[in-house]
């Protein structure tokens, strides 16, 4: 059956003339009292005794009467629904960022989604990057938000956020909190606070190795509040993305390290992105052009 089918049949029953009821749907009355034939021939019984004047409901069709209305108003409500997801009103949206992210521009991120789009409630999930790459792929997560890896080309697509320098973090009071930069080799026996889940990581032991600069590890850990409190306590100094550097720690360039990480809004390749997800996409595409 149609649902223009149980419309018909609805205004039959309000007016109890065909006529009329045609009139009510906009619709010939030939029309009208062909679909209502063609529902009665699927049911398999009459729904209306057009012999009485005016018509009336057979008891069959006064049965299904009231299963008519609900399947009706269950249909109008899906239609709204679906035209008001359409429109990004009272909808829900879910979207990854990796847990690295600096504070600050995590504020920047969610700001930006709230400011442009009113009506759909955010709910963000806070993991690792592997974690986001699976959750992509697997389809519990349309974007992310995540550094880019070439690693991940082939799984991955989306479009640059902005990008931003690893550097050195250390205490407002250490020697090298004024300094306009720092060389690597100024870090050589330097005490030295990891990030043992940092992105980076494999590179920039290796540039250190390759520059024979010996740090001592005094601290090896992948919670990044408790590295800076650490570093923040003068037990050494960190390399760590720009934006995770914040007060009382103090970011200072490294002239030879040239490392850094560009986030991307990603999904995965291929995919075709729900209406909300093209508007998520959109919204934080246009960051990198600020």
């Known amino acids: 059956m149609e649902l223009h089918q149980i419309r018909y049949f609805l205004a039959a029953c309000e007016t109890l003339n065909f006529t009329r009821a045609a009139e009510m749907r906009h619709v010939s009355q030939p029309a009208l009292t062909k679909a209502i034939h063609m529902l009665e021939d699927e049911l398999g019984g009459a729904l209306f005794d057009t012999q009485s004047r005016p018509i009336r409901l057979t008891a069959f069709g006064a049965l299904l009467r009231g ?61 690792g990057q592997n974690q986001l790459i699976e959750a992509l792929n697997s389809g519990k997560l349309e974007l992310a938000i995540v550094p880019w890896c070439p690693g991940f080309a082939s799984q991955i697509e989306g479009a640059e956020l902005y990008e931003e320098p690893y550097m050195l973090a250390v205490p407002d009071k250490h020697r090298f909190a004024q300094a306009p930069s720092v060389a690597l080799a100024d870090l050589d026996k330097e005490g030295f606070v990891q990030r043992s889940h940092c992105e980076q990581i494999t590179e920039i032991r290796d540039i250190l190795t390759a520059k024979k600069i010996s740090m001592e590890l005094h601290l090896d850990t992948d919670q990044d509040g408790f590295a800076k409190l650490m570093i923040g306590a003068g037990l050494g100094v960190g390399i760590m993305p720009q934006s995770l550097i914040t007060p009382p720690l103090v970011g200072v360039p490294i002239d030879d390290l040239g490392v850094s990480r560009a986030f991307h809004i990603a999904h995965k390749k291929g995919r075709s992105l729900s209406p909300i997800a093209e508007k998520v996409f959109e919204t934080l595409a246009a960051l990198h052009q600020k």
């Open 67 to 127: 299963q008519f209305a609900q399947i009706h108003d269950i249909l109008l409500d899906i239609k709204t629904t679906a035209k008001r997801f359409h429109m990004l009103e009272d909808s829900t949206f879910a979207i990854g960022i990796l847990n690295t992210i600096g504070q600050n521009r995590f504020v920047e991120i969610v700001r930006r989604l709230q400011e442009h789009l009113l009506g759909v409630s955010i709910t963000i999930t806070h993991i």
